[in-house]
């Protein structure tokens, strides 16, 4: 569904004309052109065919001689503190990891050392700021963030909304930007959280456009955990709603991820059709009915899908 390059197409907000052989957009367009070229996000690699990066998913590389599993642990553990809000202790990561305790002990060691983790007098450990280090370097080199920012800003300021925009990233949805007029949202919404895609607007919506064994796979492989009463765990209904979503052109979903929020996605296709990525609207706090979501937010929604896939070449 990704296209493996993207490249950006840099425009000077201040121009009037067009560049010749761009598809026509909401705002203003430039004078005068300069290509950026970066790479999109690579497709899902196999481990991100689980729901965690733990032992199981890295004992299934383990006839393969270049596969360094000391890193991948130190990863894995990395990852198990970051999804927790409470400092943990060695036997808390390696019970939640699946990964024997020396091994954490010794990845634990690693990363304190290197300003990755701090540790406490009663030996419970958590992230230290530096890990914003490795967000911080994707996002100002990613150029469908680095573009995205102020379509996002305007988008949020024209709806006094919360918009964000988000990739498939195997099995997840991660979120890339958001405006930055956004009111305060939930912590499961921050720029680089990751989410299930099936109980995201944003996820079905990009989810629907996949090729049938591709979606057939991801059906088969997925845990429908409800997350509300409202989350859609049933897949013959699932596959109900990501058809609506297709057909429609927009996917909403309301109050499955978390209660009283509800959510509409259009996705972003690059200049060669590519889908890339979802642009949304989040509503925390209240709920519209899907008829007043589209009444009110799709067509603005779409402008802005559409003017960032002009600058997009596949």
């Known amino acids: 569904m990704r296209p493996a390059h993207l490249e950006v197409i840099m425009r000077n907000p201040a121009a009037n004309q067009d560049a010749p052989d761009r598809a026509p957009v909401a705002s203003e367009t430039p ?49 198990e503190l970051s999804d927790k809000k409470r400092r943990m202790t060695i036997a808390q990561v390696s019970h939640r990891t699946g990964i024997p305790r020396a091994a954490v002990r ?29 967000s911080h370097a994707y996002l100002s080199a990613s150029p ?16 006094r909304e919360a918009c964000s925009l988000a990739i498939l990233d195997g099995d997840e949805i991660t979120y890339l930007a958001r405006s ?19 109980c995201t607007s944003i996820g079905q919506v990009l989810l629907a456009q996949l090729p049938p064994a591709e979606l057939d796979a991801y059906i088969a ?29 927009y996917a909403y979903t ?8 509800c959510t509409m996605a259009v996705p972003v296709r690059d200049r060669e059709g590519h889908y890339v990525a979802g642009i949304n609207v989040i509503l925390q706090g209240r709920v519209l009915a899907e008829a007043e979501m589209v009444e009110m937010f799709l067509r603005p929604l779409r402008e802005a899908a559409l003017e960032l896939g002009s600058l997009l070449l596949g």
């Open 31 to 79: 004078d005068r052109t300069a290509s950026v070229s970066a790479h999109a996000p690579a497709p899902a690699p196999a481990l991100a065919d689980f729901d965690v990066l733990g032992a199981e998913a890295i004992e299934r590389f383990a006839d393969d001689p270049d596969f360094v599993t000391a890193l991948a642990r130190g990863l894995a553990v990395l990852l």
């Open 106 to 134: 010794r990845s634990l060691h690693t990363l304190v050392n290197l300003g990755f983790v701090a540790v406490d007098d009663a030996r419970r450990f958590h992230l230290r700021p530096r890990v914003l280090s490795f």
């Open 144 to 159: 469908l963030a680095v573009a995205a920012q102020p379509i996002l800003d305007r988008l949020g300021d024209a709806l």
């Open 180 to 198: 930055a007029s956004s009111r305060i949202m939930s912590p499961s919404l921050n720029v680089g959280r990751r989410l299930p895609a099936f």
């Open 221 to 249: 492989r997925t845990r429908f955990l409800p997350f509300t009463e409202f989350t859609v765990t049933a897949p013959a209904r699932f596959r109900e709603l990501l058809q609506r979503a297709h057909d429609n052109g």
């Open 254 to 261: 309301s109050q499955q991820i978390e209660m009283r929020l």
